[in-house]
């Protein structure tokens, strides 16, 4: 073992990624693939599967903004518009929130980041993968054949006696899902306990580990919960047992109260992992440790934990007690602190910083900006009085998409823009990233702000009909909604182009630190040759700093060109040479 | 073009409802301001190759960090606090003058029924300006929300159990109604009109039974005594406790301890179960005879609506004021024949009409 | 167990390729097995809260639903997993000090009483399939007060018509009837029940492959079972379903009994 040079820094060096023997061109028959023990294979076919997911469930958001330009639609029934929120609902919550970041760049980074060679438990991590795609075919084909009209909460006594669409296989969908991120959850959890590299302190953590921790605690402690409140639906319709029908004296309130005590802090499952990313990028680009580096790190941990003290917000007009309802709204305006100490601590970090405009960072800033936003109209629905006006209406709608796809999204857009060249060894064409960023921020905010006015006029969600009053703002979102698919589609296609035309990617295109930035790209299969010594804390972007501010940017690699490569390849290798010219897939 | 900015204001919680609503509004747009000056503002004036001052970069400051965790945080639990006292009043108890409303959601429509007139509604309710209702409601199959964006107001209308909700209307005309929750297909066809009438149109339109053939000119204190005797409830609780039962005069609103060793108060809920299931929460001293009524349209069962009439009267029974009138209807049913106030066609239940979807 | 056992020489360990050192290996394999048990203790926690809930919102139905089923059945289950549990452990012991013969003894004995627990389950299961207790359409109370509980109000249920058959659910509620829910009481206890022991009864199926699947790798002297590890984690879960059947015991067979 030895200390490995954090910055292999010199283009000679770097430049010898395209000649070595790459976790992607290591092997490359279908059961290499299948059968990976890998932690960045499996984050490459989780990426692929939850790509597929968006795409089914951007499809169904679009049939609904087409159903909504008109107060009257003829275009779909009402069964089939139900349909499609249901569909759009449990497959971008299930299939692409919950996985999203932590089984695709968590997956990829946090045995890298903390210098371990793979997840403590790898077979199980493809095993999760497998219990994904198992629980996504069943709900796809359940989708696709017949439908789901519950929306994706699944509330009773709709869900168990009153509809007659594919309820039972698609809870056992998400039932099999459910476990796909418990197998996450337990092998991220372990992983950051006992794998850490020598020196590598929890204080020494990158807040994108500490972020990755949290929301696996999260995930552990709450998924098993819903995972058997969904299953006595599924009893109770198919073996006619009482759990919480109310016809039987059952509880219909139980089941809304077992089912946000997982879906509530799912939200925080959905938005720490970007929130950790953000943590990366903004001190990446701003050339400064992170703001206030224990604050953020505490923030994770105080949103996993009080985020299972809030659910009964939810639920303030069901009729639970005024007395319940007054400390759910308390506990609730208070987990609101840690997210503002995160926004500030991302704001400040970014003074007198020696800022790097990039597309990642430009993603980070509308991440902060929609967040911030989503965050604070949060507190309106937290608050008791307005929510008995607002819950249910298409303000909630606005509010969770502020926060799921303005925060999670934008993080998960960010975050894939700054390891892509890490993940798949190509850059991708900057001028189009920064483009894209900005379609899909106007494209965003013309779509879902309008929302929030139509939830203060009193438009309830889930309405296939409307009163015509409430148009213009619904065809405003529409409109927005067009640009919002145009600005998700360009990156799809630049992402694809870059695999093939891409310039190759340097070991550090950014000039980063962290570990992950130390190995090649893409990284060989086992990660580190040896394992390496931590002898800094995260983000000591001082020497970088001194040195950028001196003219010196010599730390920043710059990409090979593509056919470049060979006067790049070090001849110090010759056995590696084999696989060198080999095109990655 | 129409850009409704919000909705009309026609009750007594709109303005509390709206000047918390505005507050928020304008401290999200202060700190989103300020969160934006602060990322625009930094990373273009410290965007690579400025020639600004960087002296001293800070990684953090203890100082910094409470400042802005406690700001927000203080401005929070004032928020809070203040957002929780209309909270209180709309879910609260009503005031004692308030009128009193049955409201049974089904799919896919809402009825009314109006206690003190007996005026019954469907997808209509028809108010009086400045006069406080409390609004008792009930779902016959899945969750229903009860919600009326003028009036600031939605209330879960859940199956099995009384939720309630009271507010006074405050201005005249003519309001959404909607359903919140989700209840299937046509789940955005459950809407319909809140009428806030004027005190003469509101007269008027009582005068006239009502707008349409749902009319009905019994209270449901008259058609909850006549349901008493229908059913028999009178041969047990008469006027006085006998052998086989209580009697319900000066029950409501009592506590009474029950058999199971637990005490309970006397409310809509604790009578919906004692009719339907009268041995899940027996009044202690009395032997388990009565077998209690379903729920439902059949032979020997009754109606939602017909419960929420039972109960209505026996609530009556236990209003001090209306003692007297009790005593009469008790005179009246000894004499086992229906008044010629009563005229029976008025018995027809529409509730159980409107049950055949 | 004593952390002097953790060492045995006679067992040589498998490194796997993403782990520095055996003792890494080992705890990590101990620290992953804790946190899925605590991802079982909040399955089962969540059927737990809906019993409680229920239990205080029903106490009456749930009591005499409580005397439906069998004690003393549920305590001769009680003894035997907790004699499997004995055994689980002691195989963890024999295995770490190397001692075959003794741990495929442990073993067997575990596996047997795993089998037994079930046989009883079984049992106690056709008993109550005959009577008609488990949900759903034709679940029926016909059942006679016992003595103990012959009180007033229990005296008068019996009067009433408990045994009508149930109506299908989709026609809910236009006829449901107040003796309906009375039995449909009984039914949500009999539900949470079965759905209870039913999951319990899956983690002891579960267990028994487990074990089994160990047993017939060490009788063949398998490599991957040179080591204690697999052993030991078994025997951890098998502690986890034997702390369940603890919890549920008493909470479904004993609390309201008077």
Redesign the interface.
């Known amino acids: 073992m030895s200390s490995i040079p954090l910055n292999p820094g010199a283009i000679g060096t770097g430049g010898r990624t395209r000649a070595r023997e790459n976790y992607l061109n290591i092997k490359h028959t279908v059961s290499s693939w299948l059968l990976t023990a890998d932690h960045k294979r499996i984050a490459v076919l989780y990426m692929i599967s939850i790509s597929v997911m968006f795409l089914f469930g951007g499809v169904a958001a679009a049939g609904i903004r087409i159903a909504l330009v008109r107060p009257h639609d003829t275009f779909f029934s009402?069964?089939t518009y139900?349909k499609l929120f249901s569909a759009h609902g449990i497959i971008m919550v299930f299939f692409f929130l919950v996985p999203s970041i932590p089984a695709t760049l968590g997956n990829f980074l946090l045995?890298i980041m903390i210098g371990?060679?793979?997840?403590?438990?790898?077979r199980l991590n493809l095993l999760s993968w497998y219990l994904y795609m198992f629980g996504a075919v069943l709900v796809m084909g359940a989708i696709l054949f017949g439908g789901i009209?519950?929306?994706w909460t699944f509330?009773?006594?709709?869900s168990?006696?009153?509809?007659n669409t594919n309820v039972v296989a698609v809870i056992v969908g998400v039932f099999i899902a459910g476990f796909s991120s418990?197998a996450t959850?337990?092998?991220f959890?372990?992983t950051v306990?006992?794998?850490r590299a020598p020196g590598l302190t929890w204080f020494r953590l990158p807040l994108f580990v500490w972020a990755m921790y949290a929301t696996s605690i999260i995930i552990?402690?709450?998924?098993?919960?819903v995972?058997?409140?969904l299953l006595?639906v599924v009893?109770?319709r198919v073996?006619?047992?009482?759990?919480f029908?109310?016809?039987?004296?059952?509880?219909?309130?139980?089941f809304e109260h077992?089912f946000w005590?997982y879906s509530h802090p799912a939200v925080y499952i959905m938005i720490l992992p970007s929130m950790g990313i953000i943590s990366e990028v903004i001190a990446c680009f701003?050339r400064?440790?992170?703001?206030?580096?224990?604050?953020v790190a505490f923030s994770s941990m105080a949103i996993a934990l009080l985020g299972f003290l809030v659910w009964g917000h939810h639920m303030?007009?069901?009729?639970e007690s005024?007395y319940s309802?007054?400390v759910f709204?308390?506990i609730t305006?208070?987990i609101?602190?840690p997210s503002?100490?995160k926004?500030?601590?991302w704001?400040?970090?970014?003074?007198?910083?020696?800022?790097?405009?990039t597309s990642p960072?430009v993603f980070a800033?509308g991440f902060?900006?929609l967040f911030?936003?989503g965050g604070?109209?949060g507190?309106?629905l937290?608050?008791?009085?307005?929510?008995?006006?607002l819950?249910?209406?298409y303000f909630v709608v606005a509010h969770f998409h502020y926060v799921m796809v303005g925060g999670a999204i934008f993080g998960y857009m960010a975050g894939l823009h700054f390891w892509w060249p890490k993940i798949t060894g190509r850059m991708y064409p900057e001028g189009w990233a920064m483009l894209s960023a900005f379609i899909m921020f106007i494209g965003f905010n013309l779509t879902f702000f309008p929302q929030f006015?139509l939830g203060?006029?009193?438009m309830?969600?889930?309405?296939?009909?409307?009163?015509p009053?409430?148009?213009?703002?619904n065809i405003l979102s529409s409109a927005g909604s067009s640009v919002l698919a145009v600005g998700m589609i360009i990156p799809g296609i630049y992402f694809l182009w870059s695999l093939r035309y891409g310039a190759l990617a340097p070991s550090n295109p950014w000039g980063a630190k962290g570990l992950e930035w130390t190995i090649p790209s893409p990284p060989p299969s086992?990660n580190f040759d040896n394992?390496p010594i931590v002898t800094e804390d995260a983000y000591a972007y001082e020497a970088i700093?001194a040195a950028?501010?001196a003219g010196d940017y010599s730390h920043v690699e710059a990409p090979i060109p593509l056919g470049a490569e060979a006067e790049y390849s070090s001849p110090a290798e010759p056995s590696k040479l084999p696989n060198s010219s080999e095109e990655r897939q | 073009?129409?850009?409704?900015?919000?909705?009309q204001t026609a009750s007594n919680?709109a303005v509390?409802?709206d000047d918390?609503?505005f507050t928020?509004v304008a401290?999200?747009v202060i700190?989103?301001g300020i969160?934006?000056l602060?990322?625009l503002v930094?990373?273009v004036r410290?965007?690579?190759g400025t020639k600004v001052?960087?002296?001293?970069?800070?990684?953090?400051?203890l100082y910094?960090?409470l400042t802005?965790?406690i700001i927000?945080?203080l401005l929070?639990?004032w928020?809070?606090g203040?957002?929780?006292?209309?909270?209180?009043k709309?879910?609260?108890d009503p005031p004692s003058n308030a009128s009193e409303i049955y409201l049974i959601g089904k799919?896919w429509m809402w009825h009314f029924q109006h206690a003190n007139s007996g005026i019954r509604e469907n997808n209509e309710l028809h108010l009086e300006v400045g006069k406080a209702v409390k609004v008792t409601m009930i779902s016959q199959?899945?969750?229903h929300?009860f919600?009326v964006?003028?009036l600031?107001?939605?209330?879960?209308c859940?199956?099995?159990?009384y939720?309630t909700v009271w507010f006074r209307p405050n201005k005249v005309g003519k309001y959404?109604l909607?359903?919140?929750?989700?209840?299937?297909?046509?789940?955005?066809?459950m809407t319909g009109y809140v009428y806030v009438l004027s005190p003469q149109d509101y007269a008027q339109w009582k005068a006239n039974g009502g707008s349409e053939h749902l009319a009905h000119t019994l209270t449901t204190v008259e058609i909850g005594h006549d349901l008493f005797e229908k059913y028999g409830c009178i041969q047990c609780h008469g006027a006085q406790d006998n052998v086989h039962g209580p009697t319900m005069n000066g029950l409501y609103g009592t506590t009474v301890k029950l058999s199971n060793g637990q005490s309970s108060t006397v409310d809509d809920n604790f009578l919906r179960t004692a009719i339907i299931n009268p041995q899940a929460q027996r009044i202690a001293g009395w032997p388990a005879v009565m077998s209690g009524f379903p729920v439902g349209s059949g032979d020997g069962q009754i109606s939602e609506e017909n419960l929420l009439d039972l109960i209505s009267y026996i609530k009556s029974l236990g209003n001090a004021q209306q003692a007297t009138v009790s005593a009469a209807a008790k005179a009246s049913a000894t004499a086992a024949a229906p008044s010629a106030a009563h005229p029976p066609k008025h018995h027809v239940s529409l509730a159980t009409k409107g049950q055949s979807r | 167990m004593s952390l002097e056992l953790q060492h045995p020489a006679v067992a040589p360990q498998r490194l796997?390729?993403?782990?520095?050192q055996i003792d890494?290996q080992n705890?990590?394999y101990i620290?992953?097995m804790w946190?899925?048990l605590?991802?079982?203790i909040?399955?089962?926690?969540?059927?737990f809260?809906?019993l409680t809930?229920?239990r205080s919102?029903?106490p009456d139905a749930f009591e005499q639903a409580h005397s439906a089923l069998n004690v003393w059945l549920g305590l001769t289950n009680t003894f035997i997993l907790l004699t499997s549990s004995f055994t689980a452990a002691m195989a963890v012991r024999s295995k770490m000090l190397g001692q075959r013969v003794l741990t495929l003894l442990f073993l067997g004995i575990t596996i047997v009483c795993a089998f037994g627990f079930l046989g009883v389950k079984y049992v106690e299961y056709s008993a109550e399939f005959r009577e008609h207790h488990f949900?759903?359409?034709n679940f029926q109370w016909s059942q006679t007060v016992s003595p103990s509980t012959a009180q007033g109000d229990l005296a008068a249920n019996s009067q009433v018509a408990l045994g009508v058959p149930?109506i299908g659910?989709?026609e809910?509620?236009a006829n449901?009837q107040p003796q309906?829910?009375e039995l449909?009481?009984r039914?949500?206890f009999f539900?949470?029940y079965?759905?209870m022991t039913g999951?319990h009864g899956f983690h002891v199926i579960i267990g028994i492959l487990v074990l089994s699947t160990l047993w017939l790798l060490i009788y063949f002297n398998h490599p991957t079972v040179d080591d204690y590890m697999p052993v030991e984690l078994a025997g951890l879960y098998w502690h986890f379903v034997d702390i369940v059947w603890i919890f549920l015991y008493p909470l479904v067979y004993l609390i309201g009994k008077q």
């Open positions: 009402s069964e139900n045995p371990a060679r793979d997840l403590a438990f790898p009209d519950t929306g509330y009773e006594p709709y168990s006696v009153y509809s418990i959850g337990i092998n959890l372990v306990h006992k794998m552990v402690l709450g998924t098993p919960v995972a058997i409140t006595m009893l109770e073996f006619g047992v009482c759990v029908n109310p016809a039987c004296g059952g509880d219909p309130i139980l077992l005590f701003a400064k440790r992170i703001f206030g580096y224990e604050f303030f007009v069901t009729g005024m309802g007054m709204s308390l305006f208070l609101a602190v503002a100490i926004v500030f601590n704001s400040a970090t970014l003074y007198k910083g020696n800022v790097w405009l960072l800033i902060i900006l911030t936003i604070l109209t507190l309106f937290a608050s008791l009085a307005v929510d008995v006006h819950n249910m209406t006015i203060f006029d009193g309830p969600r889930r309405y296939h009909f409307y009163p009053e409430f148009q213009m703002w086992h394992v700093y950028e501010l | 073009m129409n850009f409704p900015i919000m909705p919680y509390s409802i918390i609503y928020l401290l999200t700190f989103t969160v934006t602060m990322l930094f990373s410290y965007r690579r001052s960087r002296k001293n970069p800070s990684t953090g400051n910094m960090e802005w965790s927000p945080m929070g639990l928020i809070y203040w957002s929780a006292i209309p909270y209180s709309i879910y609260g799919r199959d899945v969750i929300g919600y964006p003028a600031r107001l939605k209330r879960d859940l199956p099995g159990r939720n959404y909607f359903c919140s929750e989700y209840c299937g297909t046509n789940h955005s066809e | 796997s390729h993403q782990f520095e890494q705890e990590i620290v992953g946190t899925f605590v991802t079982e909040m399955f089962f926690g969540a059927l809260v809906a809930v229920y919102v029903y949900p759903g359409p149930k659910v989709n809910f509620p449901y309906q829910l449909h009481k039914e949500l539900s949470l079965f759905v999951l």
